[in-house]
């Protein structure tokens, strides 16, 4: 079995934000190992302080990896310390040995053992999500080694049901990154400081003339000016949320998920662990994310409500003004520290919300494979 265990994502840059591919690893590896709860979580909690839950290919002096192992301390060579599969398994030996040694630490005990921190606390402090990125890796894991079931006149037949609810929470992971990662992006500060009063706000049109052309967007920039109370900071915002720019997730989603555009079906995804056996339309997530980075980005609720209504920017309905208000409710309840499990109860509630008025609604419907 050790030789089918995945060696992890190859080593990079980064990406801010948690690899999911990272987290599945380190778990098929110690699962493998049978190590105990608390040691697995100390893994999860060493990788996200650490590298972010990322295989890094630098760090301070020669530390590079997820869990940031230094050649020159024993660790193994850079390249194996880059292989996310041997660092797991050379943290995982370390932890069960502080663990057999120590039984009362706990998870964050056992993660600075083995990582000898100058900063021994900071462990402890992510558990909440660490325990959100442990339980989607341990989902994720097991649907992968589960592997398609088999059919009848022994053809493997896709499960349908567990594709869509894969698509499902791959996508809820995948949003949560993002709106972590881009609720902290320079870009998300400069427009944060053009909405406060203590900016000047500079010539929209000045800005308009560098960026765009032609006559349909000079008229939909003046009817940014006559709603926006800083129309500087709404143009910044608005390039971004444009449809196929970087905070439009449509086409993103399609493409990580292989979603055919002109299949309706497939656009729709069923929601784990609903006794209703509902499912819901993709374009809910990229919503979620405007409401909550807008709001990070300092514009007032009702100026996020009312830019997606204005001339040339597509169909708007109250569906999308519940998933839009569930992310700016995110932002209000918990700002920058918005956990995995904090975004899917949030999800949860907002599919309701929107159920409460379908058939008038089509953002959510019964589930039916294809």
Known sequence: MADKLPEGPPPGPGKGRPDPEVGRVIYAVGDHLEVSDKVMLAAFEAALVESGMENLNYGDRDSVGVFQQRPSQGWGSAKDCMNVNYASRQFFSRAAEAEADNPKYSAGELAQAVQRSAFPDRYDEVEDRA????????????????????????????DWAEISEGRFKRTLEYIHG?????????????????????????????????????????????????????????LLFAVKVAPGMDWDHKPKIRAREGLDEGNPDQLYFKIPGDDAGREVFYDVWSNIHYGYVGRACGFDEDVLHTAPRLPGTGEHDKGDVFSMQAGMDLWNEHEEDLTLSQLRAKAYEMINQIDQHTPNLTQVRKWSAP
């Open 178 to 234: 993002e709106m972590v990662q881009n609720q902290n992006s320079p870009i998300a500060w400069v427009i944060w400081a053009l909405n406060e009063p203590w900016i000047p706000d500079p010539d929209i049109g000045d800005i308009a003339s560098k960026l765009f052309g032609g006559a349909e967007w000079t008229k939909w920039l003046q009817l940014m000016e006559d709603f926006a109370e800083h129309p500087t900071a709404m």
């Open 131 to 158: 325990r959100d990125l442990l339980g989607n890796a341990e989902e994720s894991w097991k649907d992968q080694a589960a592997g398609p079931r088999a059919g009848g006149r022994g053809r493997k037949e896709p």
